[in-house]
């Protein structure tokens, strides 16, 4: 498998843990004691709903915009690790999954948009 490929798979799988694990804290493994859990989760899952098609379309530039966004819940991430010890383990997970999609969505990125670079560019 070459590493265009590899990395786009590595971000869809990336994309699809954060969501299942977005799900799963947010519901059944400890879900918001102040807040209503419908609107924690269009809080926290919605956002990643918006490059989904994108990313399964394989567009570079989606896979480019939605590494900027990972970088919120990467900083979420950091930000519960910190504060609450009971739920570290959640966030020590969303930090590897978002630090995981970052880097393969860029890669994938770079790799696709230079491949159709050449592609477009006439070779005479």
Known sequence: MNLIKMS???TLAAWF???VLLLLW???LAPSRHFPVALVLVVMVGPLL???RGLLHGKPYTHAWASFLIMLYFAHGVQEAWVNPD???YAL???LFSVI???AAI???RLRGRQMKQEQTPTD
Do not use: C, D, G, H
Request: proline content about 4%.
């Open 87 to 89: 739920e570290r383990i």
């Open 101 to 103: 999609f970052y880097v």
């Open 107 to 109: 890669t994938y990125a």
């Open 8 to 10: 786009r798979v590595t």
């Open 26 to 28: 947010n519901t059944l």
């Open 93 to 95: 997970l969303e930090i």
């Open 17 to 19: 843990a954060l969501f």
């Open 50 to 52: 918006f490059p989904l």
